[in-house]
């Protein structure tokens, strides 16, 4: 194969290209449970301060 500019051959960037989609895809994955849980946390914060203003 031929090598790209930096040395590389274009099957190692391919492999590079496929690995960083598969992290990229683990970082959104991540990103989205962690919003799921922040709406959850601020269900949960929004409870507590009406149980507190209630009382």
Do not use: C, H, P
Not at 14 to 34: M, T
Request: net charge negative; charged share 30%.
């Amino acid at each position: 194969m031929t090598d790209t500019e930096d040395g590389l051959t274009l099957e190692q960037l391919l492999e590079r290209a496929d690995d960083i989609g598969q992290r990229i895809g683990q970082v959104l994955g991540s990103a989205g449970e962690l919003s799921r849980q922040a709406e959850t946390l601020r269900g949960q914060v929004n409870e507590f301060l009406a149980k507190v203003r209630a009382a």
